[in-house]
């Protein structure tokens, strides 16, 4: 009897994306969306999500979202995972000024 191997054939894996996870397309009343997962191993620098306005930290695992008609790098925005979930949940954001009061 010959050892057992575990290995996969490599057509039987999903594509990876590289460093991220793999790409999702994701659609809602705000549009379509190109989503995809970073882990925490991968989070290599701070973010600020827009759904709450607070940073996300290096090594944090969060969402890269841009919208799927115009997927430009400049359009690409990192979100808390549950921020990214509630995002039509939410009311209108307070915008923070640099010099003011956070409400």
Do not use: F
Not at 52 to 79: K, L, N
Not at 84 to 103: A, K
């Amino acid at each position: 009897m010959s050892p057992r191997k575990n290995r996969r054939d490599p057509g039987d894996r999903p594509s990876s994306g590289g460093a991220y996870g793999p790409e999702d397309t994701q659609e809602g009343p705000d549009g379509e969306w190109v989503v995809r997962q970073v882990a925490g191993a991968n989070a290599s620098k701070p973010y600020r999500c827009p759904g709450c306005d607070q940073e996300i930290p290096a090594g944090v695992a969060h969402v890269v979202a841009w919208p799927a008609d115009s997927g430009g790098a400049d359009d690409r925005r990192h979100w808390h995972t549950p921020c990214w979930h509630n995002r039509l949940r939410r009311g209108p954001r307070v915008q923070r000024s640099r010099n003011g009061p956070r409400y």
